[in-house]
């Protein structure tokens, strides 16, 4: 479960949220003009990116503000959040070694963890 | 390779079980093949296995980026049922159903099929009003369907919460009595036994890290262990759909969620079939080690994570407990997610794509696992012919254009 941090009342639990799918995806002001093709690239088609993410979230059962995320769906960790119509934050990097590879710490598939030397068992340390 | 039979499981039970040898061939990648196929899944190896067979195309790789059935194919329910609303997936639904039924022959393996029967119950008139007319359908498109009312319900699963006092009584359910449950880590092995003995290389730890697209035109796969030239390369990669999709430039209509699923301690056999229902959302079934087998939806974030949210067990736990009062004392054993492929129209894509030689099987979402051997086969009849058969011809990347959805959500019940 997330702790997700909106911007307008701090951290709460994941339950408090509604999920909004993916962020910047403007209506086109043109559609009658537009292609099947296009129009069927607005309606249907999605980045689902593996990586940094930026996706929408309402504080539903809160302050019921929408705002934006940037995610890691690779490791679940949220890097950031900004409000609506503000453009996402610079500067992150997914962490993963191949596209379609997992990273180091977080992908919740200890094989991969195990496989990448991440985790030592005979080092005695916590597991990642 | 040598045939599984009832001799050599006496010859080997006498001989301490020293014997068996390998499965399948353990290969080292060529740096060129007729055909790819990325994903060593259900799916994958199926599509491998009746390329080989059906269409004498053997020169194939299946490369798995883990271990062969570690990955989807490993971490759904094993539920089977064909009880689709629409015709277009009354066909594809049934012809697996229908390869189901013979497929532990057909590969000389023990799938562990059994055809127990599936009830989806229905909890309010609109809900048994519209599973009715599903039966109906279902019938009309040649898929065995039967309604049974609260008294029947009762009888064919005892153990069933049917009192009228329930917070969701049951009204009734559709019953399909070919539908059941299997074993996974046997279907994935049998398919790449099969595959293998006819020629086919199975290439582990071998993860795809581009496609090599020239001029609209695929010409192979770079990998974790080298490029691989292939004129036909097929994505079978089920939640990572998007990100094969994304190494040759074509946008896909999807979206991953990881789906959570549970097993409890192992308990005599109690639930005598696969019971599903869409109100309270939950479905369960016994597994043959006696363990219960418990799966629910998904977790609403795009997430290629393989866990999930325990608010979302606890609400399908919550579930379960309204249907089966009896469970509540029972302690759960182990729990985990899959990263599921969701279309908007909650309907598979089997497509050839803007790039020459390069097909696309995903987009399953969460019921996958019931279209193993159809997807597969009709996917072989695509790949080796660049032409969707009948039954592939629905579920082609255009539709999303023209606007011909097969949509299935909540139509063939929301749990799959």
Known sequence: MLLIPCPYCGARDQTEFGYGGEAHRARPTDSDRMSDAQWAHYVFMRKNTKGVFAERWVHAAGCRKWFNALRNTATDEILAVYRMGEPPPGGFTDGLPTPAGEPAIGSGNDGSTVALGAFDPGAGGDRP | ?416
């Open chain 2, 1 to 416: 390779m040598g045939r599984y039979s009832w001799l050599s499981l006496l010859r080997e039970g006498l001989g301490g079980h020293r014997g068996w040898g390998r499965a399948w061939r353990d290969a080292a990648p060529k740096p060129f093949y007729d055909a790819v196929i990325i994903g060593g899944g259900g799916h994958g190896l199926a599509t491998a296995y009746y390329l080989a067979k059906n269409h004498g195309l053997t020169d194939i790789a299946v490369v798995e980026k883990g271990w062969i059935g570690g990955g989807n194919a490993g971490r759904n329910t094993t539920i089977i049922r064909s009880n689709y609303l629409y015709d277009e997936s009354a066909a594809i639904y049934d012809h697996a159903m229908q390869l189901w039924k013979g497929l532990g022959r057909e590969l000389n393996f023990n799938i562990m099929m059994s055809h127990r029967g599936v009830l989806n119950l229905a909890h309010d008139e609109g809900e048994m009003r519209q599973l009715k007319r599903r039966v109906e359908a279902n019938r009309l498109n040649g898929v065995d369907a039967e309604w049974l009312d609260t008294r029947e319900v009762k009888a064919f699963c005892p153990i069933l919460d049917t009192s009228p006092d329930a917070r969701y009584p049951v009204l009734g359910a559709t019953l399909q009595r070919s539908g059941g449950v299997n074993r996974h880590d046997a279907v994935v092995w049998g398919y790449a036994r099969a595959a293998s003995a006819l020629g086919v290389d199975i290439l582990q730890n071998c993860e795809v890290t581009g496609l090599t697209v020239r001029d609209g035109r695929i010409e192979g796969v770079e990998t974790s262990r080298g490029a691989i030239a292939a004129p036909k390369v097929a994505s079978v990669t089920a939640g990572h759909t998007s990100v094969i999709a994304a190494m040759a430039g074509i946008p896909v209509p999807i979206e991953s969620h990881p789906l959570q699923a549970l097993v409890s301690e192992p308990i005599k056999p109690i639930t005598p079939c696969v019971v599903m229902s869409n109100a309270v959302h939950a479905y369960c079934s016994q597994s043959d080690k006696g363990e219960l087998v418990i799966g629910a939806g998904i977790d609403p974030l795009i997430s290629y994570t393989q866990r999930g949210g325990f608010h979302i067990v606890e609400e399908e736990i919550a579930a379960l407990l309204e249907l089966f009062p009896i469970f509540s004392r029972l302690k759960l054993m182990r729990h985990w997610a899959g990263i599921v492929d969701v279309c908007p129209d909650a309907s598979p894509i089997l497509s050839k794509t803007p790039v020459t030689g390069f097909y696309i099987n995903g987009g399953w979402g969460t019921g996958g696992w019931k279209a193993t051997p159809g997807s597969g086969h009709v996917f072989a009849d695509l790949i080796a012919r660049d032409e969707p058969n009948a039954i592939a011809a629905p579920f082609s990347l255009a539709r999303f254009e023209t606007g011909k959805l097969v949509a299935e959500h909540g139509a063939a019940a929301v749990a799959h």
